[in-house]
C-alpha cells in the first residue's frame, strides 16, 4: 500500500533544512563539540583529583553543580508544558510549538541528571542507588521521577515524530543512503493509514495525561531534595510549587528563544507565524505574575514569622552577601521582563527574545539564590561558622560544556528531523471517509480530534 | 539494649581542644593545608567553636565556646536523607557512617543542622612522617569500612562515639563471657578531657553517670525544637 502523508502547505520551508547538508553549521557543531570536550576533560580531572577542584566547602556542600541540575530539569518542562498540558487542554496554538518545545525537554534531561553525576564524590559507585536504594531518601525519589521522566518524555517524542519520519522516508530520496536507512528503520513501516493517525492520536492523548501528571511530579521531588531537610530556607512547603512554577516559567521562556533562532536561521516565518509570540506572550505575562506572588507569598510569611535562623537567611539575601544576585534576580526575571511583555513584545520577536533571556538568565540565578544562601547559614553553624563560595574555574566550564552539549544534540537533531510537526500542523488528517469499526471503549478515548 | 550516650559539662570546658586533637589522631582526621583550611575544609569530628556575643549581652566580656561532636541524634536527618543507607542508625542508638557505600552525594551534610559531618574533598594526606603512626583500628567486614579506617577521596566522615572502641570492648567482654562493665567503653575525647567535662555511658541504665545528668536542671540538647533528640547532652554553663 502506498503511504499516504497529510497535505501540508508549509511542507517545502519545513523540510529543506532537512534536505541541506550540514553546510556551515559544521563550524558551530565543531565549536559546541571542543566546549563540550573541554568539560569532560575537566570533569575528568576533577573525578581523578577530587572535588576539591571546585570551590564548595562546608557547609556549602551544594554549588553550581546542583544549581544546574535544578536549571536543566527546570528548562526540561516547557517542552512537557507545551505538548502535554496543552494538548490536554486542547490549546491549539500549540501545534507548531510542540516539536521544538519537546526536543528542549529531550536535550536537557540527561544533561540534567548528568549534574548529579558530576556532584557526586564517588561517581564510580552510582551504582549503588539501584543496589542499595532507600526510597526513604529524597534523593532515590529524584532518580526515579528523572528516569521515568526522560523514557516517557522518549516515547512521546518518538512517537508523534513517526509519521514525519515517514514522511521523510518517502520525500527526501536524494540524501545520504545512511540517512535514508535510518528514515527507513525509524518509520517503523508507517504507512499513514488514517487507523493509525486515530490511534496515534488517541496514544497521544492518554500519554499527555501521563506526562502532565510526571511533569509536576518530577520538579516538586526535585524541590523536595532540598524541602525536607530542615535547613532555613528550604524547610518550606511552598517550595514544591515555586519550584514548579519557576521551572514552567524559564522552559516557556526558553522555547520563545529557540523559536525565534529556529525561525531566523531556518527561514520557517510562514510556519511560526508572529501570532504564536502572542501566545507565548499571554502565558509568559501570567507565569511572571504567578512568580512575584510566589515570592511574596514565601518571603512576607518568613518575615512575620521572623524566627532567628530564617532571618539570617533572608538577610543573607536581602543585604547581605546575596543581594547583588538576588536583586539583580529579581529585576531580571520581573521588572524589565513585565515592562517589555505589557509595552513591547506585543508583534516584536527581538523583545520576546530578549526577555526571554533576561528571564532565562534571572532563573538560573534565582536557583543558585535558593540553594546557596541557606547553606551558608545552616541551622546551628550561623552562630559558629558562617560559609561562603565562591565556583572555581573547573565548575563553570562543566557548566559551559552542559549547555553547549544540550545545544549541539539539538542542533543535530534540527538538520536530521523536521524540527516542526508537520503531520500535526495540517488543517485535515482524513483521507478517505472513516471506515465503520466499532471499537471498544477504553479510558482516555477521545472522538478524533481534526 | 545499650543507648549510648555523652554528657558535655559546658562548666568544666576550659576550650582546651584537647578533645579535637585526641579525635584527631585517635581517628585519622586527615589534615588539609592552610589554604584547604581558609576554605572551610579542614576537618575535625569533634570541633570547639568560638561563640558569637549577642550584641549588648552583659556576659559578653567572657570568651565562650562550644565542643561539638556528633549529636547522635534518635531522630537524625542525615540518616532519614541518605539515598544508599551509608549512615543509619545502629541497634544501640550510634550512628553509623559506612565510607565502604557512600557514594558521597553530601546529602547528608547538608541535611546534619550541626554541621557534624566532613567531606573527603581530596584524598587524605597526613603531614611528613605522620602516616607512619596511624590508628590501625578499623571496623570492617561485609562491604562496611567503619571507625578510624582510612577514608578514601569523595566520602563523607563524622564523629562514631569512638565505635572500634565500643567494637574491642564487646569482644574482650563477649571472650570473658560478661557484659560491658560501665566505663570499659568510653570514646577518645571522654578519655582525653583536661577540665573532666565530658561524660560516657548508657542512657538506658538508670545509674549510669549520663543518665544522672542528662536529669538535671542544667541538662540540655542542642537545637531541642528540630526534634533531632540528640544523645549527645549539654550541661548549661553557671
Ligand atoms: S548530629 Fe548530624 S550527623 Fe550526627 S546524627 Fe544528628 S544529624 Fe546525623
Ligand atoms: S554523602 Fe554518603 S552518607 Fe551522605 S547521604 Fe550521600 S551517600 Fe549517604
Not at chain 2, 544522672?212 to 533531632?228: I, N
Amino acid at each position: 500500500m502506498a503511504t499516504w502523508h497529510p497535505k501540508n502547505e508549509h511542507e517545502q520551508i519545513i523540510l529543506a533544512p532537512v534536505k541541506q547538508g550540514v553546510g556551515r553549521d559544521r563550524i558551530l557543531w565543531i565549536v559546541l563539540a571542543s566546549i563540550l570536550l573541554a568539560g569532560i576533560a575537566a570533569w575528568a580531572r576533577q573525578f581523578v583529583l577530587g572535588l576539591g577542584v571546585t570551590g564548595m566547602n562546608r557547609p556549602v556542600y551544594w554549588g553550581v553543580y546542583i544549581t544546574n541540575f535544578v536549571f536543566f530539569i527546570g528548562l526540561a518542562h516547557s517542552g512537557t508544558f507545551i505538548s502535554a498540558i496543552l494538548r490536554v487542554t486542547g490549546a491549539d496554538f500549540r501545534k507548531p510549538l510542540t516539536r521544538a518545545a519537546e526536543a528542549i525537554t529531550l536535550f536537557s534531561l540527561p544533561f540534567g541528571v548528568a549534574c548529579i553525576v558530576i556532584d557526586m564524590g564517588r561517581p564510580d559507585r552510582v551504582l549503588n542507588m539501584i543496589r542499595y536504594g532507600r526510597f526513604q531518601s529524597p534523593l532515590l525519589w529524584d532518580f526515579t521521577a528523572v528516569s521515568l521522566y526522560l523514557l516517557s518524555s522518549i516515547v512521546f517524542f518518538y512517537l508523534s515524530l513517526i509519521p514525519d519520519i515517514a514522511l521523510c522516508r518517502d520525500r527526501l530520496t536524494d540524501v545520504p543512503p545512511w540517512k535514508h536507512r535510518m528514515y527507513e528503520i525509524l518509520a517503523l513501516g508507517w504507512t499513514g493509514d488514517s487507523h493509525q493517525y486515530h490511534r496515534l492520536e488517541r496514544v497521544l492523548d492518554a500519554m499527555a495525561i501521563l506526562m502532565t501528571m510526571i511533569v509536576i511530579t518530577v520538579h516538586t521531588v526535585v524541590s523536595w531534595v532540598f524541602g525536607m531537610t530542615i535547613q532555613p530556607g528550604w524547610h518550606t512547603a511552598l517550595i514544591g510549587p515555586f519550584f514548579l512554577l519557576g521551572a514552567i516559567f524559564s522552559g516557556t521562556a526558553a522555547v520563545v528563544i529557540v523559536l525565534a533562532i529556529l525561525r531566523k536561521l531556518y527561514h520557517l516565518e510562514d510556519a511560526l507565524p508572529i501570532g504564536l509570540f502572542n501566545s507565548l506572550r499571554k502565558l509568559l505575562i501570567t507565569f511572571t505574575l504567578g512568580w512575584l506572588y510566589m515570592m511574596i507569598a514565601e518571603f512576607l510569611t518568613t518575615y512575620y514569622g521572623s524566627l532567628p535562623e530564617e532571618m539570617e537567611v533572608f538577610w543573607q539575601k536581602f543585604t547581605g552577601d546575596f543581594y547583588l544576585i538576588f536583586w539583580g534576580m529579581t529585576i531580571l526575571v520581573f521588572f524589565i521582563p513585565l515592562f517589555i511583555f505589557i509595552f513591547r513584545a506585543k508583534d516584536s520577536i527581538p523583545w520576546m527574545v530578549t526577555a526571554g533571556v533576561l528571564i532565562n538568565i534571572g532563573m538560573w540565578m534565582e536557583r543558585y539564590v535558593v540553594i546557596i544562601p541557606t547553606e551558608t547559614r545552616p541551622r546551628l553553624l550561623y552562630e559558629l561558622v558562617q560559609g561562603s563560595y565562591r565556583p572555581t574555574w573547573t565548575e563553570w566550564l562543566i557548566t559551559a560544556a552542559l549547555f553547549s552539549g544540550m545545544g549541539l544534540l539539538y542542533a543535530i537533531f534540527t538538520r536530521l528531523f523536521p524540527i516542526i510537526p508537520l503531520w500535526e500542523t495540517v488543517d485535515s488528517l482524513e483521507h478517505e471517509p472513516e471506515p465503520e469499526r466499532p471499537e471498544p471503549r477504553r479510558f482516555g478515548e477521545r472522538t478524533a480530534q481534526v | 539494649m545499650a543507648r549510648w550516650s555523652m554528657v558535655i559539662d559546658l562548666d568544666k570546658c576550659v576550650a582546651c581542644q584537647g578533645c579535637s586533637i585526641a579525635c584527631r589522631f585517635e581517628n585519622n582526621t586527615p589534615i588539609v593545608s592552610p589554604e584547604e583550611a581558609e576554605l572551610g575544609r579542614e576537618m575535625l569530628w569533634n570541633e570547639v567553636f568560638p561563640l558569637r556575643a549577642e550584641e549588648g549581652d552583659i556576659a559578653s566580656e567572657q570568651s565562650r565556646f562550644l565542643t561539638r561532636p556528633c549529636m547522635h541524634c534518635e531522630n537524625p536527618p542525615c540518616v532519614k536523607v541518605c539515598p544508599v543507607q551509608a549512615t543509619f542508625i545502629g541497634d544501640e542508638g550510634i550512628v553509623h557512617q559506612n565510607y565502604a557505600r557512600c557514594i558521597g552525594c553530601r546529602f547528608c551534610t547538608v541535611a546534619c543542622p550541626y554541621g557534624v559531618r566532613y567531606f573527603n574533598w581530596y584524598a587524605p594526606s597526613w603531614e611528613e612522617g605522620l602516616e607512619q603512626h596511624l590508628n590501625p583500628d578499623r571496623v570492617m567486614g561485609n562491604g562496611d569500612l567503619e571507625g578510624p579506617a582510612i577514608r578514601p577521596r569523595g566520602v563523607v566522615e563524622k564523629c562514631t562515639y569512638c565505635i572500634h572502641r565500643l567494637h574491642k570492648a564487646r569482644a574482650r567482654a563477649e571472650a570473658e563471657g560478661r557484659e560491658i562493665r560501665s566505663g570499659e567503653y568510653v570514646p577518645a575525647c571522654v578519655q582525653t578531657c583536661t577540665g573532666k567535662a565530658r561524660f560516657f555511658g548508657d542512657l538506658e541504665d538508670p545509674n549510669s553517670i549520663v543518665s544522672q545528668l542528662s536529669q538535671e536542671r542544667r541538662a540540655f540538647r542542642l537545637l531541642e525544637e528540630a526534634g533531632t533528640r540528640p544523645k549527645t547532652i549539654y550541661l548549661e554553663e553557671g
